[in-house]
């Protein structure tokens, strides 16, 4: 099992940063690549970023490439995940989800991800 907690999410206006973290725990998860992914109201589940432990590469939704930075730091036993997000817009608004995916590679669709968090709410006003 693998649980992940997201927090960092809140109300900024239109050219804002933000910063997401998820704070991952459970099986060794230096096989996995963990993934942001998000909601808004209406919408489908769509893929922001990726990166994976073992390589640290990371790689982005054209919809956020060059605005988000998507990261990976241990301290000890804590292993945390970063989103973060500049020059936010009103369409970044959306419920952001952490993901962990066994998967090879590296995964950009929902169903290839094994382990969800609750998710963190990020809304940006214009």
């Known amino acids: 099992q693998v649980q992940l907690v997201e927090s960092g999410g809140g109300l900024v206006q239109a050219g804002d940063s933000l910063r997401l973290f998820c704070a991952a725990s459970g099986r060794t998860l230096s096989n996995y690549a963990m993934g942001w992914f998000r909601q808004a109201p209406g919408k489908e589940r769509e893929f922001v970023a990726s990166i994976r432990w073992s390589t640290g590469s990371p790689f982005y939704a054209d919809a956020v490439k060059g605005r988000f930075t998507i990261s990976i730091s241990r301290d000890n036993t804590k292993l945390t995940v970063h989103l973060q997000m500049n020059s936010l817009k009103p369409e970044d608004t959306a419920l952001y989800y952490c993901?962990?995916?066994?998967?090879?590679?590296?995964?950009?669709?929902?169903?290839?991800?094994?382990?969800w968090g609750r998710g963190t709410q990020v809304t940006v006003s214009s």
């Open positions: 993901a962990a995916a066994l998967k090879p590679g590296m995964p950009r669709y929902r169903n290839e991800y094994d382990y």
